[in-house]
């Protein structure tokens, strides 16, 4: 089984219960050997490296994907070469590759980030891709490589504190965005919003303890009412859209009741309520929730270090230990591969682990 695309060969070798999948191109330069459980480098001419794919598609049956995200965890060099190629592939897929103006707020680090910096390759001509932080600036190196990976993206970057909501800033600052490109009156294929940004906060004191009224509702400023209002605001600004879907990150580990999370559950439950009511008053637009699990981030770190519950840590601390973390650049690929499908249903919460088993 094979399919050739501007002189790239991609075949698939089914071989009992492994795939291993040889990725060659037409010159036969190199050839590279990789399969689902390990990853062997052969390369027949070590003069030669990987080339960059420039293509705008690369198109692929669909088990040459599975089997590109199968050995994204096996290291750099993957990292570097193998993940790349792997987005590319998504490229040629009905979701992506299409007009598309998307906001992503939290965008600065972790997760938020590795989801821009890939999502970027995908996103079809004259897309506008709007990354919100507290700290916007960071991403200044980060909007550079999305440029040189998508001459025909608009990035821009914008500092919000969603501590402190300000619907009239967020109101200006996306129109200004709109009458920058001249996009009153234009219609985008997809409108895509991902609710990434959150904040922990109390975690060092178990809930009967918590009467710092500041710190609460700062805490749910971030997690839910500047959702509310930055989501508001965007549907206000491009609500003419052909395609309409709202992603809410929903906070790892808080999908069960355990000490230090009552402000996190709190969070959680709240966005996937109004939002699961936002989807039945609004048709048109689709809903997703997303828990990306335990990752190897800051955030999962600060839970390490701060709980007020030792068998919390303890338990974190033991997954790092036994490797059971995810990267974020890993379930970043895995949550745009699900996008890729095109295959969502409203209101419904995808698990991150469950992407990654069927990938792999």
């Known amino acids: 089984m094979s399919t050739k695309y501007r002189g790239i060969i991609f075949e698939i070798e089914w071989n009992g219960p492994k795939v291993t999948t040889a990725i060659k191109k037409a010159t036969v330069d190199w050839i590279f050997f990789f399969s689902l459980w390990k990853f062997d480098e052969k390369i027949i001419n070590q003069k030669h490296t990987l080339p960059c794919f420039n293509e705008k598609k690369i198109w692929a049956v669909d088990g040459v994907i599975v089997a590109l ?20 592939a998504m490229g040629g897929c009905e979701f992506w590759n299409r007009k598309t103006v998307c906001m992503i707020t939290g965008a600065s680090q972790n997760f938020g980030r590795a ?6 390759s995908l996103l079809g001509p004259e897309s506008v891709l709007i990354l919100t932080s507290r700290h916007a600036s960071r991403l200044g190196v980060v909007r550079q490589g999305m440029y040189e990976r998508n001459c025909r993206l608009h ?30 009156d234009e219609q985008f294929e997809l409108g895509l919003v991902v609710h990434n940004a959150s ?10 303890e918590m009467r710092d009224e500041k710190i609460l509702q700062e805490t749910l400023n971030v ?67 997303f828990n990306p699990g335990a990752l190897d981030t800051s955030w999962l770190r600060t839970v390490i270090d ?30 745009l591969r699900y996008l890729a499908e095109n ?18």
């Open 115 to 120: 989801l821009a910096e890939n999502m970027a």
């Open 343 to 360: 295959e969502i249903q409203s209101g419904v919460e995808i698990d991150a682990r469950q992407l990654i088993q069927r990938c792999c």
């Open 199 to 208: 904040t922990l906060n109390v975690l060092d004191k178990p809930v009967i």
């Open 69 to 88: 995200f199968s050995v994204v965890r096996a290291g750099e060099f993957v990292e570097q070469y193998l993940a790349p190629l792997f987005v590319r």
């Open 155 to 184: 990035v821009h970057l914008l500092t919000w504190d969603l501590a402190k909501p300000n619907g009239d800033q967020y109101l200006d600052d996306l129109r200004a965005i709109q009458l920058a490109h001249g996009l009153r």
């Open 223 to 289: 997690n839910v009412v500047s959702m509310l209002v930055t989501n508001a605001c965007f549907w206000s600004v491009f609500g003419q859209c052909e395609q309409k879907l709202i992603v809410n990150m929903s906070a790892p580990l808080a999908e069960s009741t355990a000490p230090s999370f009552g402000m996190v559950g709190l969070g959680r439950s709240s966005r996937m309520t109004v939002l699961n009511v936002l989807a039945l008053e609004t048709p048109d637009v689709q809903v997703l929730h």
């Open 306 to 335: 701060h709980s007020h519950s030792q068998e919390i840590r303890h338990q974190l601390q033991a997954m790092y230990e036994q490797n059971r973390v995810f990267k974020a650049n890993e379930v970043a690929l895995a949550f």
